[in-house]
């Protein structure tokens, strides 16, 4: 470190932690950390919003700083530092700049959605220069960050044990149990956070196609589409995402006349984490369909004009009124539910698989643990997934879980009633359709897989197996057609 940044501050007097990114998420991380008796040390880029932060949320435990170097030295040895920023080159600008400052043992800690790859390659640089790295997965928004989000840190243990005060008291809490663990090495944190995005993407997509359904062949109102999520709540369904669609359907406009939901454009963006999950999935030869389903539905209601100039000329079905709407209801319930069940399992059975690959060893019982508060996927049934890999911490997949199993053997007639209904009205419901995909192929003695086996065989020559002896096996086919 240059002679000129020593410290000059007495110890007494030396911050806890430092926090490089003041916007939302990186504001009101610093802010419960300074709730909860930390001293942080607070910078952004720009100084003007470090000043707007200090105005707006004054707190005698979190002081701003308008230079890295200043900041650096301001803080207790070892430094331990989080950068709350934009992922991507930014994150590498500001490791480039932060190295120069730091001493051997320092802490850098990556608490954006950073991508896994990217984490592994910078804590391998900083390792070689003496420093610690931890990716962190932080998930529960703005409200989250504030008073307890759910944290998925990775990296070195015995890092992680350094910091691991400050991330357990200021996470959230599920019975008594702060919802952070050790996630696993290298970037193990950060492709959790990934996985948890994705199976957030599928959730939503569900949720946004039992409203189509519901307002659309049910025929409610969205006062009745309130008191609905509100009783499911109320249920097996409880969940984060349910309460708060409940409460969308009551807020008026403030900018117009009706309800707010009326007046909100009809198409979804999307980051990069539901994307990079789908991707790391085609990788790894792991099938979460509903994911990729929910991150194509987004990009398709993006396409706003080409989609009224396609309703224009092509003909739409007639879509036939509930008659029985209580029953409706329950139908498309169990649908929703069995349908989460089986984008839980896609996501833990890619976690399964990444485990093994990267040796990472990941404690899936525990990562669903800490999903149970905090985070944008809370849920009822993270109890369940928590107790059913307590029980069977191999256990190939959740669909094999005696509660999850009864359930979609229970459900699986509505979830297939109401998929086939959305396809008969011209609803589209990728993700309801894919749960249906999903759970065939997985249950299936037949797949038609033989036929694309003979195929490639008579076309390339790629040989194939057999049925009833082991070994690999090319045929000289007879009908052989020209291309």
């Not at 959730?203 to 659309?216: C, G, H, N, T, V």
């Not at 053997?409 to 609803?427: D, I, M, P």
């Not at 194939?464 to 009908?479: N, S, Y």
Request: proline fraction near 4%; glycine fraction near 8%.
């Amino acid at each position: 470190m240059n002679e000129n940044l020593k410290r000059t501050t007495p110890e007494h007097e030396l911050l806890d932690i430092g926090l490089i990114g003041l916007s939302v998420m990186g504001r009101s991380l610093a802010l419960n950390m300074a709730d909860h008796g930390f001293r942080v040390a607070g910078y952004n880029r720009s100084p003007e919003v470090t000043q707007k932060v200090m105005e707006e949320y004054p707190h005698p435990n979190l002081t701003p700083f308008f230079s890295l170097p200043e900041l650096v030295s301001a803080l207790r040895r070892p430094r331990k530092i989080m950068v709350m920023i934009q992922a991507g080159a930014p994150v590498d600008a500001v490791i480039d700049q932060l190295i120069p400052l730091l001493e051997e043992g320092d802490f850098i800690m990556d608490g954006g959605n950073s991508y896994f790859g990217d984490t592994n390659r910078r804590a391998a640089l900083l390792k070689e220069k003496g420093l610690h790295y931890l990716g962190v997965g932080i998930s529960g928004g703005e409200e989250g960050a504030r008073f307890g989000p759910s944290i998925m840190p990775g990296g070195s243990r015995e890092a992680y044990e350094a910091v691991g005060q400050i991330f357990q008291t200021i996470a959230a809490k599920a019975d008594n149990t702060p919802c952070c663990a050790y996630i696993g090495p290298d970037g193990a944190g950060h492709y959790v956070k990934m996985v948890h995005n994705g199976i957030e993407y599928a959730d939503m997509q569900l949720i946004a196609e039992s409203y189509l359904l519901l307002k659309y062949a049910g025929g409610f109102t969205n006062r009745e589409l309130a008191e609905i999520y509100r009783t499911w709540n109320e249920g097996e369904l409880h969940s984060y995402l349910i309460g708060i669609t409940a409460d969308i359907f009551l807020e008026a406009d403030d900018m117009a006349d009706g309800d707010l939901i009326d007046h909100i454009l009809d198409s979804a963006g999307h980051k990069g984490t539901g994307r990079w999950a789908s991707i790391e999935a085609l990788r790894q030869g792991v099938n979460i369909s509903m994911i990729t389903a929910a991150c194509n539905a987004r990009i398709m209601s993006n396409h706003l004009e080409r989609r009224q100039k396609a309703s224009s000329l092509i003909a739409a079905p007639v879509i036939t009124a509930a008659g029985d709407k209580q029953a409706f209801t329950e139908m498309v319930r169990e649908a929703l539910y069995i349908s989460k069940i089986i984008a839980y399992a896609q996501g833990f059975s890619l976690l399964q698989d990444a485990s093994r690959r990267f040796g990472w060893d990941l404690d899936l019982g525990s990562i669903a643990s800490i999903f149970r508060a905090g985070c944008i996927i809370q849920a009822e049934f993270l109890n369940d997934i928590t107790r059913a890999f307590l029980k069977a911490p191999d256990l190939e997949s959740l669909i094999f879980d005696d509660f999850f199993l009864s359930r979609i053997n229970r459900y699986q007639e509505n979830l297939r009633k109401t998929a086939g209904l959305a396809v008969s009205f011209g609803l589209p419901v990728p993700a309801l359709f894919n749960a249906v995909s999903y759970l065939d192929s997985f249950r299936t003695k037949a797949a038609g897989a033989n036929l694309i086996q003979a195929q490639r065989d008579l076309f390339g020559a790629h040989t194939f197996e057999r049925t009833e002896r082991k070994g690999i096996f090319h045929h000289e086919w007879r009908a052989v057609h020209e291309l």
